[in-house]
């Protein structure tokens, strides 16, 4: 998105005059309120009695937990906290790095293990428990990340955006600055899962094409996310039509005792977002959120932007208690976008990475998606959740050719060459059961049904009309899992699952096993092993793309296409090098089959797709390619602690695959290493403020490009590529680092943040395309983001 210094600093003076008024010098110390609630990890039944603690306070802040297992500390201090949690029979907990804040009150839930062993047998000192990256699942053996919604913030160059935080994980790298792809082991960025409080969402991303994981805004808020999990491989058997990642997000619930509010102005937008109790009596709860594109409000009151991106988007959700044992709740999420780019706006000099001054560019796109759940508990063993849910996902695009007046950049004919519009739809029923068997053995299972509709129209204009797709229908894509957790002794634990998956549209079924074992080799360290069994659909555009016949008219040659497969192992150490450091190593290897190509001699696999707005135009494919990815993943993280932390995560890794024509060549994805070093210092400057500085690096190997064959492509005035050479030649390292420096304030009912986020503040220039350019006949090049400092603003009261 073009923008410019001007802007920026517009933006930066206004963050500026909302903060000033509010720099009054300290005053006393402020404090908050901490609560929550403590639940059986396998059973959610509540733990009654647990002791809470604020460890190092003085004089001791602590209380135990209610019959509802319900927990509240008061008059806490403002800054960083850590909470031990002990009740008989279960494993402790220790939460670190909790964030406490005057504007806003700190609600948490924590669910504890129970203890493997009696009380009379010795056990280890190591408990999983205790270490604050555990995931969410507790069927995730091996390649799974948690995180909070304060990383997304805390990292400089995520702007809130949790692939884009995600994208500092060991094993995964960004696709582009331009959008957020990430891509994951040299999995292809459409083989990402997006699931939101246990739905299969579609792209939650604004200018989200059809048939991608991806896009330049993310229409998630982190100011309502929970934690959350990202899974990189072997997941576990509840997550299907998936090869490469998984994002398992939560949405937190809103303050049930207090009406808080929020306004923020950052890279993502302009917000506001309130939350509360609907009475004083109740304990229902809302939480409510609106954001609208910064850059186009400027450009609405005058300050014009060439190819201003136009967004909004609303997030509501609300928990109802339903007695004692059960929870209702309804969420919404949904967003508008809409650019345009002119092609006689672009710089032909400095080239763009979404305009061409070949082409004029219009797109809308609109997302929502809608859920309504009930979860019930049975018993202190047993619980269960049903949702039903909606999602509307709709994409039309025009584009022009401009012809120019020869030799020069002035317009002489704008001609529309294309058209789309889709249009998908989806109905869905999740259903899941959690049963609590003993301290050793857990059992859960469910089904998800998604039921698609879908119109969708594609067609070139110029300089022929060529139908791509012309088609509306349904389909349905149902899936049933069970999972076991088994701890055959207090080091070893067993997690198994299969999942099974049947697509109607073509009648193609498959059945997944999964498989994960942990070891704990003594008190600091353990080893993981998982294997999994992945399959995953197509994009539905590429099953209805209309292949022209040789004898005239067209056919749906991709319509019975097969899932693409793969096996995955993953082999885990970890270990605690000390109470802060932890050290993290995997290796991996993933065999792909049955991947979708040319059916005569070509170098085309769905493998190479995924990280673009436009769909994939391929005919006459097969279920014959295979694919394979290997590495070596290494993390060193240090948690905050004394005021700093850092992140060191280094991956090294080869992505093949071949096409009909037996070659094996490099994925695009195909990068070889990625490092990411990351590192952030607090300075507290006095009781109530202080002062953030937050670093981050990334290098990593070009990506594998199809070269440009100019010559070919000047006969025919528009790019050809020369697809003998596919993948065999490499683009230029990248590299790139960003600053952060941010101050925080908390007075007395309020807390205000100001930051600075230095993009790219070597100015770096990375490859981003290169196109041919039939007026001037050469091969442009258009570079990814230059230096761009982003401001941000939150006020919390």
Avoid at 608 to 635: C, H, M, S, W
């Amino acid at each position: 998105m073009k923008t410019t210094i001007h802007s920026l600093l517009m933006a930066l003076s206004l963050l500026t005059a909302l903060f000033l008024p509010y720099t009054s010098p300290a005053q006393s110390s402020a404090t908050q309120t901490v609560r929550g609630k403590i639940t059986d990890a396998a059973s959610k039944a509540p733990v009654v009695g647990a002791t809470v603690v604020v460890v190092g306070s003085t004089p001791l802040n602590g209380t135990t937990t209610d019959t509802d297992g319900n927990f509240r500390l008061s008059g806490v201090s403002t800054g960083r906290i850590a909470l031990k949690i002990t009740f008989i029979g279960y494993d402790d907990i220790f939460a670190k790095d909790i964030i406490v804040n005057a504007g806003k009150e700190v609600v948490l839930d924590f669910p504890m293990t129970e203890s493997f062993t009696k009380l009379n047998e010795v056990t280890v000192s190591y408990k999983r428990s205790e270490d604050n990256k555990v995931a969410n699942n507790e069927m995730a053996t091996v390649s799974a990340r948690p995180f909070s919604p304060a990383e997304t913030l805390k990292y400089a160059g995520s702007l809130g955006d949790p692939s884009r935080m995600a994208a500092n994980f060991a094993g995964v790298s960004g696709a582009n600055d331009a959008r957020n792809d990430i891509v994951v082991r040299g999995n292809s960025p459409a083989s990402l899962l997006w699931r939101l409080d246990g739905v299969n969402i579609p792209n939650p991303n604004h200018f989200g094409s059809l048939g991608t994981s991806g896009g330049p805004v993310s229409m998630l808020n982190t100011n309502l996310l929970a934690k959350s999990d990202f899974l990189t491989g072997a997941f576990p058997a509840e997550y299907a039509n998936a090869l490469g990642s998984v994002f398992d997000l939560r949405l937190r619930k809103g303050n049930d005792e207090k009406h808080e509010f929020l306004t923020q102005i950052g890279f993502n937008g302009v917000e506001v977002g309130a939350e509360g109790p609907y009475s004083k009596k109740s304990k229902a709860s809302y939480l409510v959120n609106y954001r609208y594109s910064l850059f186009g409000l400027m450009s609405n009151i005058g300050f014009e932007i060439a190819g201003t991106p136009y967004y909004q988007d609303f997030t509501f959700k609300t928990d109802i208690p339903v007695g004692k044992k059960g929870n209702l709740s309804f969420w919404t999420i949904g967003g508008k976008s809409n650019v345009t780019f002119l092609g006689k706006d672009v710089d032909t000099e400095k080239g763009d990475a979404y305009g061409d001054e070949n082409n004029n560019t219009r797109v809308n796109f609109e997302s929502g998606v809608a859920a309504l759940s009930y979860e019930h508990r049975f018993s202190d063993k047993t619980y269960g959740k049903i949702t039903l849910s909606g999602s509307r996902s709709t994409q039309n695009f025009k584009g022009d050719t401009v012809l120019y007046k020869t030799g020069v950049k002035e317009v002489l004919q704008e001609i529309q060459n294309e058209e789309a519009l889709f249009t998908n739809e989806k109905l869905s029923v999740n259903a899941s059961v959690n049963h609590k068997i003993d301290a050793k053995n857990k059992l859960s299972g469910g089904i998800i049904v998604d039921l698609n509709r879908f119109d969708l129209l594609n067609r070139a204009l110029y300089p022929a009309v060529i139908s791509r797709r012309n088609t509306q229908g349904e389909t349905m894509l149902s899936q049933a899992y069970i999972q076991w957790k088994h701890r055959f002794s207090q080091n070893l634990t067993l997690n198994a699952g299969l999942t099974g998956l049947h697509y109607e549209l073509n009648n193609k079924s498959a059945v997944e096993p999964r498989l994960g074992l942990s070891y704990v080799l003594n008190e600091r360290s353990t080893l993981n092993l998982a294997y999994g069994l992945h399959s995953n659909l197509q994009p539905l555009l590429l099953y209805f793309y209309q292949s022209p016949n040789p004898n005239g008219g067209y056919s749906l040659s991709n319509k019975d296409l097969g899932f693409t497969r793969s096996h995955h192992i993953v082999l885990g150490y970890e270990r605690n090098l000390s109470e802060n450091i932890r050290l993290k190593v995997e290796t991996y290897y993933q065999s792909l089959f049955d991947v979708p190509v040319q059916s005569t001699p070509g170098f085309y696999s769905v493998l190479i797709e995924g990280a673009d707005f436009a769909p994939i135009d391929q005919g006459n494919l097969v279920n014959k390619g295979t694919g394979r990815n290997y590495g070596v993943e290494i993390t060193l993280e240090k948690y905050f602690s004394n005021n700093y932390y850092f992140l060191l995560t280094g991956s090294v890794f080869d992505s093949k695959y071949k096409g009909s024509d037996g070659i094996e060549r490099n994925t695009p994805f195909n990068g070889h290493y990625v490092l990411n070093a990351l590192a952030g210092k607090e300075i507290p400057l006095g009781q109530n403020s202080s002062l953030s500085i937050n670093w981050k690096l990334t290098t990593a190997g070009g990506r594998y490009v199809r070269p440009i064959n100019l010559s070919a492509s000047a006969d025919a005035q528009t790019t050809i590529y020369d697809d003998e050479r596919a993948f065999l030649q490499q683009q230029n390292g990248y590299f790139r680092t960003d600053l952060k420096i941010g101050y925080k304030l908390n007075r007395k009912h309020a807390t205000h943040e100001v930051a600075i986020d230095l993009q790219n503040f070597t100015n770096s220039q990375n490859i981003f395309q290169q196109a041919y350019n039939p007026r001037t006949n050469r091969i442009g090049t258009a570079y990814q983001q230059g230096f761009l400092p982003i401001p941000f603003y939150r006020l919390t009261f």
